[in-house]
Each structure stands twice: as structure tokens, then as C-alpha cells.
Nanobody, 122 residues
Framework: QVQLVESGGGYVQAGGSLRLSCAAS????????MGWYRQAPGEQRDLVATVTTRGRTTYADSVKGRFTVSADDAKNTVTLQMTDLKPEDTGVYYCKAIRVTTTNFRRWLELWGQGTLVTVSS
């Protein structure tokens, strides 16, 4: 059984910083890709950033230069360091694991966390 749990959301003024963490737990052998998505009120859930186990990262244009995603493979965690936050960054941030392999080699194509709310005030 594999579970993703996000933490670190909260309230911050524009220009401030927050660090989100996602911890994957369970009988995990490997996770190929972990990413962050966000869903603003009334909007679609969109990609924010991804990181592979080899360290390759991608970012949405709207967060480039402000957000940094990183993974700790040993701990099966992914972190999203957010700086210079803007009101448009407000939303529920979800952690996603892509191609999860368990120790008994069961494979999930994708798993989602429950989300953590980030609110950026102007």
C-alpha cells in the first residue's frame, strides 16, 4: 500500500515563501517521476513542476525562476520550494507520483496525494 501525503501549505503574503513537502510511504521500490500540480478555485488542475529520480526537472512557465522542485530518493519525498509567491499561485497543491513500483513489483501508473492549500494574499 502506497500513500502520498502533502504538507507545508498555508497563508503567506505576496512575495513570501513556502516550502511544500510530499512524502510517499509504503512498500516502495521506486518512483520514476514525482510532480506538483495545483488547482485554483474554479480552475483545472495544472502542472506546476516535476522531477525525475535522475534529477531532471520541469516547470510551468508561470513559476520558472520562483519555484524549485527537488526529490530525496532515499526518503521518497519531493519538495517544492516556492519563493516570490504571487496571488495567482493560490490554490490546492497536489503531489503526484508517476510509475510507482512496489517492493513486490506491483506497478501503479500514477498516484495522487490529498492536496494542501496555499493562499497568497496581495
Amino acid at each position: 500500500q502506497v500513500q502520498l501525503v502533502e504538507s507545508g501549505g498555508g497563508y503567506v503574503q505576496a512575495g513570501g515563501s513556502l516550502r511544500l513537502s510530499c512524502a510517499a510511504s509504503g512498500n516502495i521500490r521506486s518512483i520514476d517521476i514525482m510532480g506538483w500540480y495545483r488547482q485554483a478555485p474554479g480552475e483545472q488542475r495544472d502542472l506546476v513542476a516535476t522531477v525525475t529520480t535522475r534529477g531532471r526537472t520541469t516547470y510551468a512557465d508561470s513559476v520558472k525562476g520562483r519555484f524549485t522542485v527537488s526529490a530525496d530518493d532515499a526518503k521518497n519525498t519531493v519538495t517544492l520550494q516556492m519563493t516570490d509567491l504571487k496571488p495567482e499561485d493560490t490554490g490546492v497543491y497536489y503531489c503526484k507520483a508517476i510509475r510507482v513500483t512496489t517492493t513486490n513489483f506491483r506497478r501503479w501508473l500514477e498516484l495522487w496525494g490529498q492536496g494542501t492549500l496555499v493562499t497568497v494574499s496581495s
